[in-house]
């Protein structure tokens, strides 16, 4: 349960403030992943990094930024957010290459905007 | 891309009884199969997957199940139990290009297990 970890776990903030999410993962992954988690929608990939470089950007709006210093942390930086992006953001890892894909999660951030 | 459908969105069973989910996919490239199991207020973690190459697959009392040919893949489970109460979401993987992949996950299903 600790190989991928989380913080905070609960974020409440103003849509003019910025704020940050950070994941950090104990597995020896290379690639790191940031999921969106709303109410009867499914989880919705926004990020992936492999080997710390950016391979999928699945159409996120600018206020979410992303940073990954190195393979074992992974950073979502918010700023100028709308309450439509309350929701739980959920951080996974993988070994990616074929074979040994499978994604740990962590146990997410639930972030309100009000 | 992919397009992952899953049914029923809600189950809801006897214990003891078997629940069946189904997951639709629409890229024939996709070539693994994960099961995920999310209990209220916890993190999504794996219980079963499937790879291309195999058509089923069992781990005591949970099955998968991969039609290719119908692009469709079933999760089994036996004996329910009230700890299986969770939702249960279903992915298909596809590579995004060299050797990055990606995840495309089906909507959930509540299954309910009652006692």
């Known amino acids: 349960e600790t190989g991928v970890t989380q913080t905070p776990r609960h974020l409440v903030m103003g849509m003019t403030n910025k704020k940050s999410l950070k994941c950090e993962q104990h597995?020896?992954?290379?690639?790191m992943y940031w999921y969106k988690q709303s109410a009867k929608k499914p989880l919705e990939l926004m990020f992936v990094?492999?080997?710390?470089?950016?391979?999928e950007n699945n159409s996120v709006p600018s206020r979410f930024s992303p940073e990954c210093p190195n393979s074992s942390h992974l950073f979502l930086h918010l700023h100028t957010l709308q309450p439509e992006d309350s929701a739980l953001y959920l951080c996974a890892s993988s070994q990616d290459r074929a074979g040994t894909d499978t994604q740990y999660f962590g146990p997410g951030t639930r972030l309100t905007v009000l | 891309g992919e397009n992952v459908e899953q049914h029923p969105s809600t189950l809801s069973v006897q214990e003891g009884d078997s629940a069946v989910i189904k997951c639709t996919y629409s890229?024939?490239?996709?070539?693994?199969f994960p099961w995920y199991k999310q209990e209220l207020g916890k993190r999504p973690q794996l219980i079963i997957d499937i790879r291309s190459n195999v058509g089923e697959k069992k781990d005591q009392r949970i099955a998968v199940t991969l039609n290719k040919t119908a692009k469709h893949f079933s999760l089994h489970i036996t004996e329910t139990q009230p700890e299986d109460s969770a939702v249960y979401f279903c992915?298909?993987?596809?590579?995004?290009?060299?050797?990055?992949?990606?995840?495309?996950f089906g909507k959930g299903t509540l299954l309910t297990v009652n006692p």
């Open positions: 890229d024939s490239a996709s070539n693994y």
């Open positions: 597995l020896g992954h290379n690639a």
């Open positions: 990094y492999n080997f710390k470089e950016q391979t």
């Open positions: 992915a298909a993987r596809q590579n995004s290009g060299g050797s990055n992949y990606k995840l495309t």
